[in-house]
C-alpha cells in the first residue's frame, strides 16, 4: 500500500474517508486522477496539512526526484470536485474509486522529464497492484483521468502529457504482458503489435466477466428496473464502460 520507491510523507490521518466509508481495498480502486498543484511544492504540503483545507491526495511528484506518498493506497483521499460539492456523483465516487496525484506545476507550468517519468512509475506500480486498472488497458476517462474531466476547475490546466504518458504505458503492454499471452506454438518472434492486441482482447474479456459478475450480484440485491449503487450521500447509477459490450447472461 505504500510504493517502494516513493518517500514517505503523512499527510493528516482525519483528512481522509467519509462517515461509514473509512476506506478501500485495492480491488475497489478503478484509476487515477492527475491533478496540478498549482503553486511550488511547499505551498502543496502545507496545505495537505492544514486540517481546515479540505483537500488531501495520495501523490505529490516534485519537479525533480522521486515522488512523495502521503497515504496508503487504501485511504480514501479529498481530491477530485470542491469542498462541498460531495452531492457531485463524480467528485464522490471519484474520490472513492481513484487515486490522487498531484504533479509541482510551478513556476513554468510544464511537466519535467522527471515528473513524467515518475508519473509513469506510479500508473504502472498502480497497474500492478488494482486488479480492476491491470484488467483494463490504459484509456482516458476509464482508468487515467485528469481533475477538469470530472468537475469544474482550472486544474490541471493541461500539465499532464498524455500522449507521452500513455505511449509509455501502451510500451509496456506489448513487453511486459506478452509472456501472459498464450497462443500455443508462437514464439518471440511474434510482432508486438500481435501480442498487445491479443492481451488487450484477452483483458477486455476478463473485464466483461467482472462487469457481468457485478452487474447479476446488483441484480439479485435490487430486482428489476435501472442498476444503482448506493454511496453514502449518493445513489449511482452503475454504468458499464461504453467501450465494452455487455451481453446479458
Ligand atoms: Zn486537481
Not at 68 to 82: D, E, K, M, N
Not at 165 to 183: P, Q, R, T
Not at 184 to 207: H, I, Q
Request: charge should be negative; glycine fraction near 10%; include cysteine.
Amino acid at each position: 500500500m505504500w510504493l517502494d520507491f516513493c518517500i514517505r510523507l503523512d499527510g493528516p490521518k482525519e483528512k481522509t474517508g467519509y462517515p461509514g466509508v473509512v476506506s478501500r481495498t485495492l480491488g475497489e480502486i478503478e484509476g487515477e486522477v492527475d491533478h496540478s498543484t498549482e503553486g511550488p511544492l511547499d505551498a502543496a504540503l502545507g496545505e495537505l496539512q492544514k486540517l481546515e483545507r479540505m483537500a488531501s491526495w495520495t501523490f505529490t511528484v516534485p519537479k525533480a526526484g522521486p515522488p512523495l506518498q502521503h497515504y496508503p493506497l487504501t485511504a480514501i483521499t479529498w481530491h477530485c470536485g470542491l469542498p462541498g460539492d460531495r452531492r457531485t456523483d463524480t467528485s464522490l465516487v471519484g474520490n472513492l474509486t481513484l487515486v490522487g496525484i498531484e504533479h509541482v506545476d510551478w513556476p513554468d507550468n510544464t511537466l519535467s522529464d522527471s515528473q513524467l517519468y515518475w508519473s509513469v512509475e506510479i500508473t504502472r506500480a498502480l497497474r500492478q497492484m488494482c486488479p480492476r486498472i491491470g484488467a483494463r488497458p490504459p484509456t482516458l476517462r476509464g482508468n487515467l483521468f485528469e481533475h477538469n474531466w470530472l468537475s469544474p476547475t482550472s486544474c490541471p490546466s493541461g500539465l499532464i502529457l498524455w500522449a507521452k504518458k500513455l505511449a509509455a504505458l501502451e510500451e509496456d503492454m506489448g513487453i511486459e504482458f506478452s509472456s501472459a499471452v498464450n497462443f500455443g506454438n508462437e514464439g518471440p518472434g511474434l510482432p508486438k503489435e500481435a501480442v498487445a492486441l491479443a492481451d488487450l482482447l484477452a483483458r477486455y474479456r476478463r473485464d466483461i466477466y467482472a462487469i457481468r459478475a457485478d452487474v447479476a450480484a446488483l441484480r439479485t440485491l435490487g430486482g428489476s428496473g435501472p442498476l444503482v449503487a448506493k454511496f453514502p450521500g449518493a445513489t449511482v447509477q452503475v454504468v458499464p464502460p461504453m467501450d465494452v459490450p455487455v451481453e446479458e447472461a
